[in-house]
Structure formats: C-alpha cells, structure tokens
C-alpha cells in the first residue's frame, strides 16, 4: 500500500527541504506590529468586531439593527462606500450588483438591488492600546492568555505549527509510494460533497446551486476540479493509518470527545450537549480515523527534524 520510512530506533531524521518552518523565519514582531489592520488575526485572536457586525442588536432604539463599518466589513459590491457622507436620520438609496458567483445565494448572482438603508447612528472606533491589561480583558477567557508575551508565543507556536503540518503532509506525500484504492478516493470525494451539501442547506439550496454558482455545470466537473486534492487527501489518509498501525496507535471515544471539544476551542455555544449530534452527523468511525491521523502526525512531527 505504502512505503514508510522509518528512522532507526534512538535516531532523529531531518526532512529534505531549505524552507522548512523553523522558529527563526515566523515574523511574530511584524504580524503584532500590524495586528489590529490585520482582520484575519484581530478576529481569531480578540473577536472584538464579530459578534457586533454581523448580528442584528437593540442598540436602545428598540428596533434590531446591523452595526456596519465602512472599509473593514465586507458587504455586497460598494455598499458600504455609497454610506459615507451621510448622517443619521438619513434614508440612503444603496445600489449594488450581486457579485458572479454568489454562493451565498446563486439566485442573486449577478443581478441588480436596491437597498433603503436607514443610518442610525455613527460611532468613531479607536484601535485599542494593546497591552496585558487588554489582553488580560479579551483573550484570558477564551484562550487563557494574560500578557502580550504569552500572545507573542501563542501567535509564534500557532503559525509555526500551521506551516509544519502542511509541509509534512508534502514531504510525506512526496516520499512515499501510494496506490489509491477507487473506495479511498470516493470516500474522500463523498466526504467533501457532504460538507458542500451541508454547507448549502445553511441558505435552503441544493448541492447543485452551489456547484452552479461556483462556476462549474455538475457535480462530476466539480469533483474532476478537485480530483488532485481529493486523490492527495486519500494518499495522506492511508499513509497516516499505515504509521498509526505500524506505531500501535490507538483512538478510543475519549479521544473522540477531547478532540471534537478542541476542535471548538473559542466557539462559545459549544456544550457537551452537542456531541451527540456530532457523532450523529458523521459517525464515530470518521472521527476515530482523525483521531488517529492527528496522533500518526505527532509521530511524525516529534520524530523529524526541521530544517531552517
């Protein structure tokens, strides 16, 4: 099935490649330095906008409204610029074309809207100082940092072992001979189906609108699109079950239920309550393989010596 190469007993193997991760080369003073013009980390780290943009609150108006700001939060066409300039009490006449595709809604896609927006109020935001003290008030509960030094090794360790991971899935795939089985490969194409089908019943639409407003006239195009990461998805399965079995590696339902609670580290309507439903929805097998393929990486992360 699969060829592994495994490092004699008491000895480390360096994986082959200059551009290893390595602690050196992760630019944590840069990413702090611009971390609140950067979206994607102020929203994983601080949440400070999230919950205020995109659900609707009674600001003590009485009325349900969506706190929107212009230039940060990402609205259909120039929504948000065509707001500028005016103030509130003002009804503005907003007009914008759906972006092509538009999974959100395929319907839409490509047609034109008016939007009778009313403004409410205007409020000026100023980026917070960051300091312990913020820290200590908006990540301590959520992810138990207290000081900016303990989000500096956070932010360090997080993005060094997001590049380590796909760069051992690389030299796994690379390094070791794997023939597909038709069954692997259709599990992993199912698997993703499901997650699409999923995804667009969230908007009361079918896979097939969500294919079509992706660009692609079936399902089988779609799949055919994706067949390279589907086919290296399967080959990375097997070669994880391949060390799990060669390692005595072993998932119980423990592992199950500490794996699907980090796997909603920071989701706040996440309760033991939901694992049911998790189980329900994809099945212990499922998550027992991820239990293993997330053990089976370990192995081969602990075992590798990272170049850099």
Do not use: W
């Not at 589907?230 to 072993?250: H, M, N, P, V």
């Amino acid at each position: 099935m699969s060829e592994i190469h495994q490092p004699d007993e008491g000895t480390k193997e360096a994986l082959p490649s200059p551009d290893a991760p390595s602690k050196e080369n992760v630019s944590v003073d840069h990413i702090l330095s611009h971390l609140f013009q950067k979206s994607d980390l102020l929203y994983k780290f601080v949440m400070i906008y999230k919950d205020y943009i995109f659900q609707p609150r009674d600001y003590g108006t009485g009325e349900l409204v969506t706190s929107m700001e212009a230039h940060v939060t990402s609205y259909i066409d120039d929504f948000l610029e065509q707001l500028i300039g005016h103030m509130p009490g003002e009804t503005v006449n907003v007009e914008v074309t759906f972006p092509v595709p538009y999974p959100n809604n395929p319907d839409l896609a490509g047609k034109d809207a008016l939007f009778v927006t009313e403004i409410n109020y205007i409020t000026e935001y100023a980026d917070p100082e960051f300091t312990d003290d913020f820290v200590k008030e908006n990540l301590y509960g959520t992810y138990g940092l207290s000081t900016v030094a303990e989000v500096r090794e956070y932010l360090e360790n997080s993005i060094r072992e997001e590049s380590i991971t796909p760069y051992i899935k690389s030299c796994l795939l690379e390094n070791s001979t794997v023939d597909l089985p038709d069954a692997v490969y259709d599990f992993c194409k199912n698997t993703m189906l499901n997650y699409y089908t999923d995804y667009a019943s969230q908007y009361q639409k079918t896979l097939d609108d969500y294919v079509e407003a992706a660009g692609y006239s079936s399902v089988d195009e779609f799949c055919e699109a994706n067949r390279e990461d589907l086919e290296s998805d399967g080959k990375i399965r097997l070669i994880f079950q391949a060390i799990a079995e060669a390692e005595g590696l072993t998932a119980d339902e423990e592992d199950v239920k500490d794996y699907i609670a980090k796997a909603n580290e920071g989701n706040s309507s996440y309760s033991e309550t939901m694992y049911d439903s998790y189980i329900t929805d994809y099945g212990m097998p499922f998550f027992m393989q991820a239990v293993l393929q997330e053990k089976a990486l370990a192995v081969v992360t602990d075992s590798a010596v990272l170049g850099g």
